[in-house]
C-alpha cells in the first residue's frame, strides 16, 4: 500500500521535514557544484536575494493578468539532478519549443527550510529537488 508525505501524522512528517532539512543543509555545506545557470527563456528567482519572495510574486501576477501558464522548476545550487536536468533536458529543442508561451520561472532555494522559501514549496507541495510545478491561469 502506497503512502505518500500526507498521509503521515503531523508530528512525523514534521520530524521528517526537518532531518530532511538538516541533511540538506549538510550536504550543501560539504558540495562544490558549478552552481545552477538557468536554461533560455527562463527566469531565475534566487531566494538568496532579499527581493524574492516580491520577485516571484510579481512574475506569477504577470503572468496571471497575460493569461500565460507557468513553469515552475524549483531545485538548489547544491543539486546534481537539477543541473543535469538543465544541461540536458530543459535545453533540448523539443522541450524549449513545449514550453513557448510559458512563463518559465527557475527557483533557487538552497536552504529548503528557510522562512522565505518553506511556506512557498508547502504551498506546491514540492518534498524534493528538482521539483517542477505547472501552473495553468483559470
Known amino acids: 500500500d502506497h503512502r505518500d508525505l500526507h498521509s503521515f ?3 512525523r512528517s514534521s520530524d ?3 532531518a ?3 541533511v540538506v543543509r549538510f550536504a550543501a555545506a560539504r558540495t562544490q557544484t558549478d552552481g545552477r545557470g538557468a536554461p ?3 527566469v531565475t528567482v534566487d531566494f538568496a ?3 524574492a519572495p516580491a520577485r516571484l510574486d510579481a512574475l506569477l501576477a504577470e503572468a496571471a493578468a497575460a493569461g500565460r501558464p507557468v513553469l515552475l522548476d524549483f531545485g538548489a545550487r547544491w543539486c546534481k539532478v537539477c543541473a543535469l536536468m538543465e544541461r540536458t533536458t530543459l535545453r533540448d529543442a523539443r522541450v524549449t519549443a513545449a514550453l513557448e508561451g510559458f512563463r518559465a520561472v527557475a527557483v533557487l532555494a538552497d536552504d529548503p527550510a528557510a522562512p522565505e522559501i518553506a511556506p512557498i514549496l508547502a504551498r ?3 518534498h524534493g529537488y528538482p521539483a517542477y510545478r505547472l501552473l495553468v491561469p483559470e
Open 9 to 11: 501524522p503531523t508530528r
Open 20 to 22: 530532511w532539512s538538516a
Open 16 to 18: 521528517l521535514w526537518y
Open 40 to 42: 533560455p527563456g527562463f
Open 49 to 51: 536575494e532579499p527581493d
Open 124 to 126: 506546491h507541495e514540492v
